[in-house]
């Protein structure tokens, strides 16, 4: 399963980006086989508008299953439920451990999102 984890870094021991749409990069993260792959999201973390919208949409093709993110809004979780991708929100820390967390079964998928949107 490809998972994805909202990143402030550019390896597996970097923290844990709180935001979504406008993170730093991602971390997409093969739990069978432990290879992981650094994704960049220059293009969405200035966008005046849509950062979350469009950050869901590249993370649906990229195929991944799962978001591990501090906080994810409205328009961003719709994009992903529509694309059945679960979001875990909440998530802090390191990323090396919010994966094992993830593979522990100690995390909970969101049932919303759990702030507002910015263009409300």
């Known amino acids: 399963m490809k998972i994805c984890i909202?990143?402030?870094g550019q390896d597996m021991d970097a923290q844990?980006?709180?935001?979504?749409?406008?993170?730093?990069?991602?971390?997409?993260?093969?739990?069978?086989s432990g290879d992981w792959q650094l994704l960049a999201n220059?293009?969405?973390l200035n966008a005046?508008?849509?950062?979350?919208?469009?950050?869901?949409?590249?993370?649906a093709k990229a195929?991944?299953?799962?978001v591990l993110t501090g906080h994810c809004?409205?328009?961003?979780?719709?994009?992903?439920?529509?694309?059945?991708?679960?979001v875990y929100s909440g998530v802090s820390g390191g990323v090396s451990e919010a994966v094992?967390?993830?593979k522990n079964g100690q995390l909970s998928a969101a049932g919303g999102p759990d702030v507002q949107g910015h263009w409300q």
């Open 6 to 8: 909202t990143t402030s």
């Open 16 to 32: 844990v980006d709180p935001r979504f749409g406008r993170a730093q990069a991602f971390i997409i993260f093969d739990t069978e």
């Open 42 to 44: 220059s293009v969405n």
């Open 48 to 59: 005046v508008q849509g950062a979350g919208i469009q950050t869901a949409q590249m993370l």
């Open 63 to 66: 195929g991944v299953s799962a």
């Open 73 to 86: 809004g409205p328009k961003a979780f719709r994009v992903l439920d529509a694309a059945g991708i679960k």
């Open 100 to 102: 094992e967390a993830f």
